[in-house]
Nanobody, 125 residues
Framework: VQLQASGGGLVQAGASLRLSCAAS????????MGWFRQAPGKEREFVAT????????YYADSVKGRFTVSRDNGARTLYLQMNSLRPEDTAVYYC???????????????????WGQGTQVTVSS
């Protein structure tokens, strides 16, 4: 599956952004999905994950209560609604997919088979 992330930009602290990740595979609903981010000089880290049916969601502690992951299987699109953005949220954000037959979610990089190209989010103070 090919993934195309979009929606990043430059915003001030406290603002909101919604990222999207469009998938090429018509069987998008067979994939658990995740969002990760990588700040300059840092390792890529987990942000959020959602099960193939969308019922199970899991977040990193650093974004819990501010970010919401969702998906539209009919539109083959994954979303990340980011509210109350902070300068420390500045990073390149990546979407990732893992084909699965269960309703599990995955929070580790090596769990994912496919990655999008990333979209830059910059939050100024």
């Amino acid at each position: 599956v090919q993934l195309q992330a979009s929606g990043g930009g430059l915003v001030q602290a406290g603002a909101s952004l919604r990222l999207s990740c469009a998938a090429s595979d018509p069987t998008f609903s067979n994939y658990a999905m995740g969002w990760f981010r990588q700040a300059p000089g840092k390792e890529r880290e987990f942000v959020a994950t959602i099960s193939r049916g969308g019922k199970v969601r899991y977040y990193a502690d650093s974004v819990k209560g501010r970010f919401t992951v969702s998906r539209d299987n009919g539109a083959r699109t994954l979303y990340l609604q980011m509210n109350s953005l902070r300068p420390e949220d500045t990073a390149v954000y990546y979407c990732a997919a893992r084909e699965t037959v269960t309703g599990a979610t995955y929070s580790t990089l090596h769990s994912y088979q496919y990655w999008g190209q990333g979209t830059q989010v910059t939050v100024s103070s």
